[in-house]
């Protein structure tokens, strides 16, 4: 059956099939717009742009340079992640919702655990060096976050140097990442029950040399863009979209408490001890990009005071076990890391191998099998550097989920981009949706 | 009331995995009973308050790891729902969205959405649940009520089937425009159709054999 494409035309060939991709209804919509006595055009930006953000598709109908409708186009990057977890046991879909929002894969991980925790009802099990480790995580991870954000956004407007410097340091927060879970990104190293492993020898020294490093190297970039004429000219007043309009759209994260609401969930609904952790919620309310861009600036400086307090906390809980004691949750051993970045721990392979034949079968059991998780539905939630990232999960009392379902703040988000850009100038559009600040690996999931 | 065997469904074949011998099956709750805990009490009493159609709206209230779901007749959603972010006690002015799932077992329910909602002005978070059969999966869309639902609602139609009647642009958000079929439904298998590239041809997930 040939199926007739009005995007890309098929004509057959010796070699087989050969399609032309073309603009499709291109032209029609052309002729269309021309017949109206008014003088519109309709731009087609991306989804290849190097100012999207991302492969993402915005369509502009313009007034001479003023923007009369903006609409975004997304799917281009739709893997499916939802539906592959549910042919996978609970533990395995870590690997796979940390690759969503790639740049935030710490909060993933953890948005899901906490609600597997949740519907397992072990959430108060968890040791509480576990969740030290998760919030230090998710601290640095904010900062490597806020650095793309930073750095991208000020690239697309323009600004190439802010992007060098952002980039310097993303790259020594991802060295801590290597260090501790051994991946750079994607790490799945949040586990239903705790963490993959405890931190290595010498990390938390490490991590506080870095944390000296980063704020000394902060200040490049504020010295950059805080105040700069220019920059302020291309983001003041830009990407309007108050208080009101954020709560009918349902945005949260920086874009909200530019519009001056101190929403946080990390005061607000407490998760992994934050209410042990002293640290402010930044606003600003001119509920422009600026203010955005500010609110991310000082959240850096926010994630190192809690990072300081997790080294504290970390010191004291050295030894403790970083995964729940269930052993019918947690698996036998804790991995340690090998040259490979995931390595085996010996000690436990001597017992499986030599002496316990029971570990073996249980060990085996685990990791194929996994646990069992009784039936019921939950809704977690975490603060991610670009909103509320929300959890909901399905369980059958099966060992795979029956439903996962993300609620991205970067999906929800970017319906914004209409009420940002339009009436505004088409320059202005990149800032709106730079400020947004969407992954569209977690847009499109 | 749904039982499944295996993994992928493996049958008679030489699964030496494991994974053929499971059985799962899921628990149907039945409704909780006052009183409910936490705040849960007074959102219901003040919904009750607010809206005296509210018993007639109310299928079953179901208190679970600290959560309260309400699950609404498909009638009255719109009614409940503008109940809810209006009153002022209530003030429900955030819904983060709404997700489908689908439960072919559960006849004549066969398609659930899923709404969970937030009161940022009292802190408070409750669930609502509506469900439609498959042979009629029509809800009345909430985009006026929470403007932010319109690409949430455009999700779950593309990947659940479920239409949402008075959306501004009913259309397939996350896969192509001519896209046969809603993914994310239990019917529909893993991957479903073979991939090609460079003139070969790989089966879908589905229908490999490590998969079957």
Known sequence: MTLHDAYASATETTEGRVYSVTGGDWDSLVTEIGQTKEERVVVNMGPQHPSTHGVLRLILELEGETITEARAGIGYLHTGIEKNTEYRTWTQGVTFVTRMDYLAPIFNETAYCLGVEKLLGITNDIPERASQIRVLMMELNRISSHMVALGTGALELGALSPMIFAFREREKVLDVFEMVSGLRMNMAYVRPGGVAQDLPKGAVAKIRETVKELRHNFKDNEKLLVGNTIWMMRTKGIGYLDLAGCTTLGITGPVLRSAGMPWDLRKTDPYCGYEDYDFDVITTDTCDVYGRFLIRMQELEQSLRIIEQACDKLDKSEGQPVMVADKKIAWPSQLSVGSDGIGNSLEHIREIMGTSMESLIHHFKLVTEGFRVPAGQVYAAVESPRGETGVHLVSDGGTRPYRVHFREPSFNNLQATSAMAEGGMIADVIGAVASIDPVMGGVDR | ?212
């Not at chain 2, 059985?23 to 009183?35: K, L």
């Not at chain 2, 009614?79 to 003030?91: G, I, N, P, Q």
């Not at chain 2, 009647?165 to 192509?176: A, E, F, N, Q, Y």
């Open chain 2, 1 to 212: 009331m749904n039982e499944n065997i295996g993994m992928f469904g493996a049958s008679g074949s030489g699964d030496t995995s494991g994974f053929g011998g499971l059985v799962r099956s899921a628990a149907n709750f039945g409704s909780s009973e006052r009183p409910y805990g936490s705040y849960f009490d007074e959102v219901a009493d003040e919904l009750e308050r607010a809206y005296p159609e509210f018993s007639d709206a109310i299928e079953k209230v179901i208190v679970d790891r600290g959560e309260l779901t309400l699950h609404i007749k498909r009638e009255k959603l719109f009614e409940t729902a503008m109940k809810l972010r209006d009153t002022e006690s209530l003030r429900f002015e955030v819904c983060l969205g709404v997700n489908g799932v689908h439960y072919p077992e559960d006849k004549d329910r066969e398609l659930h959405a899923v709404y969970p909602l937030l009161s940022m002005t009292h802190n408070r978070r409750i669930r609502l649940e509506v469900s439609v059969p498959d042979s009629d999966p029509h809800l009345p869309s909430l985009v006026e009520v929470w403007a932010g639902n319109n690409w949430h609602e455009r999700e779950t139609w593309d990947m659940f089937g479920i239409i949402f009647d008075g959306h501004p642009g009913l259309t397939r958000i996350l896969m192509p425009d001519d896209w046969p079929g809603h993914p994310q439904r239990k019917d529909y298998p893993l991957g479903g159709i073979p991939i090609e590239y460079k003139g070969a041809t790989v089966p879908a997930p589905s229908e490999r054999r490590s998969y079957r």
